[in-house]
């Protein structure tokens, strides 16, 4: 009976963690997509949220802590908007196409993890975050470049795309998805 009474606390404790680090997270889009990086503040989170600044700095190290847990969230959801393009049925370029809709619908649908993304990448916030969360965010960028350069490398393949006996499938990719970041950025000014 007692094991009972400890696992319910124990499992509602966790519980309320992962619901105040959700909570922490959605202030922090917030901010960010109204004032900016600049005007991510963690006092100021913690002052919304109704707790201490001691409780937010148990869950995010720094704001470059926080910045990286949108970015992973952003590319967790990403992963599973480019899987399902990639699986469409068609050649190449309608795959290709299918993954560049279902990223700019991802960016519009998340203007929070797409400015965090920017951020990170142009400033080099990443380096600031904690190690553990580095890695997960290195780890989901990864697989995002790395589902537009199987379908590439598929289109090769099966002779959808003639290329240069030099060519680097890679190199395609990332003017694509530089030519995918540069459109949303314009449509935004």
């Known amino acids: ?24 997270l959605q202030v922090g889009r917030r901010m960010l997509v109204e004032e900016g990086y600049r005007g ?21 190290s720094s704001k470059e802590d926080l910045l990286c847990a949108i970015s992973i969230d952003l ?17 190449a370029r309608e795959r ?26 142009v400033n080099s916030i990443a380096e600031k975050a904690p190690q553990e969360r580095q890695a997960s965010l290195g780890h989901l960028q990864s697989e995002s470049i790395g ?7 598929d289109a090769v393949q099966r002779k959808e795309l003639v290329v240069p006996p030099e ?13 995918l970041i540069g459109t949303e950025l314009l449509a935004q000014v």
């Open 75 to 91: 590319l967790k959801e990403g992963i599973s908007f480019f899987r399902r393009a990639s699986r469409f049925s068609g050649h």
């Open 1 to 24: 009976m007692c094991y009972n009474v400890v696992m319910g606390t124990s499992e509602r404790k966790m519980r309320e963690r992962a619901e105040r680090e959700q909570r922490i």
């Open 96 to 121: 290709l196409a299918a993954v560049a809709v279902a990223s700019q619908l991802l960016m519009r649908l998340n203007p929070d993890g797409f400015q965090a993304q920017l951020i990170i990448w």
């Open 147 to 153: 589902i537009l350069t199987e379908i590439v490398q």
């Open 40 to 60: 991510l503040n963690m006092d100021r989170i913690a002052a919304e949220i109704e707790y201490s600044k001691g409780i937010v700095y148990q869950h995010f």
């Open 167 to 179: 060519f680097v499938p890679l190199s395609l990719v990332h003017g694509m998805w530089a030519t």
